[in-house]
């Protein structure tokens, strides 16, 4: 495993994410910011006005907010299927 921790930055990619949701999830958005927050991992909230303001190309439901994590990221699958076999 020493490789892997050792190139995690070549295995994945930091890109950062956005969430949305509508009234009807609320409830969910709510619980995912509330165990995000209790990971001390940053995250920002955003209003109907500021997701419009923030994101004037794409198209949103009325009442639609937003979550942002900045950290959030991706892994890269063939990179990590490489390194999983130098470690076997």
Known sequence: MAYVYH????????TGILMTYGK???HLAEEIRDTVK???IPLIELSEEELVKRYP????SPGH????EESAGL?????CLNALKVEI
């Open 7 to 14: 190139h995690l930055s070549l295995l994945s990619r930091q």
């Open 24 to 26: 009807n999830v609320q």
């Open 38 to 40: 209790e990971c001390n």
């Open 57 to 60: 190309m794409m198209k949103f």
């Open 65 to 68: 907010k937003g979550l942002i």
């Open 75 to 79: 892994l890269l699958p063939p990179r």
